[in-house]
């Protein structure tokens, strides 16, 4: 069963005109049937276009605070995995092409788990060990996100650099969004992008001033990362329960 383009009514897959509205729908003509899956899709994009808030405040200063805050919560538990991930990556990178193919599927579960944690600690939810790796429930969205994500500011930077940047701090949000609020990876980007959009420059800025933490973490001889990427994870839920406010009520 096949849907109709123009009134979006249940039409056979072999139907050649739309019973409902008269739609040609030859095969010649370029057009191709819209399945279940592609209205589902235009109906989850819609329903995010009013969740989109018309106008916001960003506020790195409390992000940074809130964010100190809620990695306090659990030191161990985020210079531990951290470390972990860290680790993974080194291996899976030394393993030549396959290892860093691979090291892309899982880079973004991996670095979620952390996302998770924080946002529970921010929903007053209590954390255990194995949530750390809850990225992984969200496997096949996640990759691809991250897959396509890197491909498409891959292509920015080539493209004058600008739209490179444009891309890399739009789509902060869409793994959150993605564990959020339960959606497929590229309604998650379109949403986070525009929802960056509104306030580009102020987002940028607070990025700007992770890099520098995290530029610092580095020169403290490496391991001062493993509290200031945790810590700049922290920051960035901070932000989206700011900016969006997180909706799920378990992870």
């Given amino acids: 069963m096949g849907i109709c383009p123009r009134c979006q009514q249940d039409i056979a897959d072999d139907a050649v005109i739309c019973p409902h509205c008269q739609h040609h729908l030859?095969?010649?003509?370029?057009?191709?049937?819209?399945?279940?899956?592609?209205?589902?899709?235009?109906?989850?994009?819609?329903?995010?276009?009013?969740?989109?808030?018309?106008?916001?405040?960003?506020?790195?200063?409390?992000?940074?605070?809130?964010g100190w805050a809620l990695f306090k919560r659990n030191v161990p538990g985020f210079v531990g995995y951290s470390l972990a991930w860290v680790l993974v990556q080194m291996a899976l990178s030394s393993l030549g092409s396959l290892g860093r193919v691979v090291n892309l599927v899982v880079s973004v579960p991996l670095m979620a788990g952390l996302l998770v944690v924080a946002a529970k600690l921010r929903r007053q939810q209590?954390?255990?060990?194995?949530?750390?790796?809850?990225?992984?429930?969200?496997?096949?969205?996640?990759?691809?996100?991250?897959?396509?994500?890197?491909?498409?500011?891959?292509?920015?930077?080539?493209?004058?650099?600008?739209?490179g940047v444009y891309l890399m701090v739009s789509y902060i949000f869409a793994a959150l969004t993605i564990i959020d609020r339960k959606l497929d990876f590229w309604p998650a980007m379109e949403f986070s992008r525009k929802v960056v959009h509104r306030q580009w420059f102020g987002i940028f800025g607070f990025l700007l001033l992770l890099f520098l933490v995290n530029?610092?973490?580095?020169l403290a001889l490496g391991v001062g990362v493993l509290v200031t990427l945790p810590w700049s994870i922290c920051a960035i839920t901070v932000a989206y329960d700011d900016i969006l406010g997180l909706r799920a009520d378990s992870y």
């Fill in 26 to 66: 030859r095969e010649d003509s370029g057009e191709r049937l819209a399945t279940p899956e592609d209205r589902q899709v235009s109906a989850q994009m819609e329903a995010l276009e009013g969740m989109i808030p018309p106008a916001y405040q960003v506020r790195p200063g409390y992000y940074l605070k809130e």
């Fill in 126 to 163: 209590s954390v255990e060990a194995n949530d750390f790796l809850s990225g992984f429930h969200y496997l096949l969205p996640l990759a691809l996100y991250g897959i396509v994500s890197t491909v498409l500011i891959g292509l920015g930077f080539i493209l004058l650099i600008l739209p």
């Fill in 215 to 218: 530029l610092g973490g580095l």
